[in-house]
């Protein structure tokens, strides 16, 4: 009976054991899933945060704010917009670059000046509010139920000043050099008068004179090497400029000449090698956003101001054309002279 009661006793305690571990088992099994239930909340919580910044950005730039004007553009950590790293607060939570002031690369999160930056009501100089996050302080853009978010908009609207040669590309540079030096002219004459803006035809030029090989690296050496650090000239200048874009190198210089006009070739490929010139250049660009240029003249006049180039009019062609199969004719695409410079409509 003994040994019956022993046996009973060591099955009691392995049950026991048992029951034991199933129960950690569970009890782990279920902080893990609250944990992540936890996890996914946060994460749905970040994506609705997340899109009311896209929407709230969509909506000031549809009411008529442009991010890149300095008092809504974007700083990275360049906290009071001197484009310097100053000593206390920008010094005290750099950490994307440390010592190194990088604007425009700086991730959003590091970012102590985001866009549309939430303004510090107790700042005479309306420097951006902090908040802390994950131990540093950091800038917000808006609120939402007792949340904070960041935006950095960086749309390619102006012309890209490390373009050409800093671009490998140097064939782009006289072209380049041309639309800076008209882009400086339109700013200083607005339709038809001097509208005070500082610059001239010679501070456009000199964006492309003083460039280190390397290419423009942030504001601040613009404004030193090439404008005489003069600010004013700066601010007049940044929100037509670009100083990083993403460069396409599909586009093409097609080699058009004067003697391509009135011919007839039946397809593009045709004008490759029309009259010996060889096929196009590739000559890689970045892009400019129109839907944004088109409400900003100065820079759609050096887009398109002294701009020529063919075309097919498969119109004309159309009309020349009897029963056969249709060919285009090559046509020139004149420029915008700068004497009709302020008489475009917007259509």
């Not at 549309?116 to 131990?135: C, H, K, T």
């Not at 380049?176 to 010679?202: F, H, Q, S, Y």
């Amino acid at each position: 009976m003994f040994r019956s009661r022993g046996v009973v006793l060591l099955i009691v305690v392995g049950v026991l054991g048992i029951l034991v571990v199933l129960s950690t088992a569970f009890v782990t099994l279920a902080r893990l899933e609250r944990k992540a239930s936890e996890q996914r909340l946060c994460a749905t919580q970040a994506l609705l945060l997340a899109r009311s910044g896209m929407e709230d950005a969509l909506a000031r730039i549809s009411a008529g704010q442009d991010p890149l004007l300095p008092d809504s553009a974007y700083g990275g950590e360049d906290w009071n917009g001197d484009e310097l790293l100053t000593p206390g607060l920008e010094q005290a939570t750099q950490v994307y670059q440390p010592l190194v002031l990088d604007t425009a690369s700086c991730p959003v999160r590091h970012a102590l000046r985001p866009s549309f930056y939430v303004r510090d009501p107790s700042s005479g100089a309306g420097n951006p509010l902090e908040q802390m996050l994950d131990g540093r302080e950091r800038g917000l853009s808006g609120h939402l139920s007792g949340h904070g978010y960041a935006l950095k908009i960086s749309p390619q609207g102006g012309v890209y000043v490390n373009g050409g040669t800093a671009s490998g590309v140097p064939t782009y540079d006289a072209t380049l050099r041309r639309m800076l030096g008209t882009l400086a002219k339109a700013l200083d004459e607005e339709a038809g008068g001097i509208d005070g803006n500082p610059v001239g035809e010679a501070d456009g030029w000199n964006l492309m004179d003083a460039r280190p090989d390397g290419g423009w690296k942030t504001w601040g050496e613009i404004r030193q090497k090439a404008l005489g650090n003069s600010q004013v000239k700066l601010e007049a200048f940044r929100p037509y400029l670009a100083l990083r874009a993403w460069v396409d190198p599909k586009v093409i210089r097609p080699n058009a000449s004067a003697g391509m006009i009135g011919a007839h070739p039946r397809s593009w490929g045709e004008i490759k090698t029309f009259g010996g010139r060889g096929a196009p250049v590739p000559e890689g660009r970045a892009p400019v956003n129109l839907a944004w240029a088109r409400s900003h003249k100065p820079l759609l006049l050096a887009l398109f101001s002294g701009l020529e180039g063919i075309y097919l009019d498969e119109r004309e062609a159309l009309q020349e054309a009897s029963g056969g199969g249709a060919e285009d004719r090559v046509g020139l695409l004149n420029s915008v002279s700068w004497d009709n410079r302020w008489s475009t409509t917007d259509e």
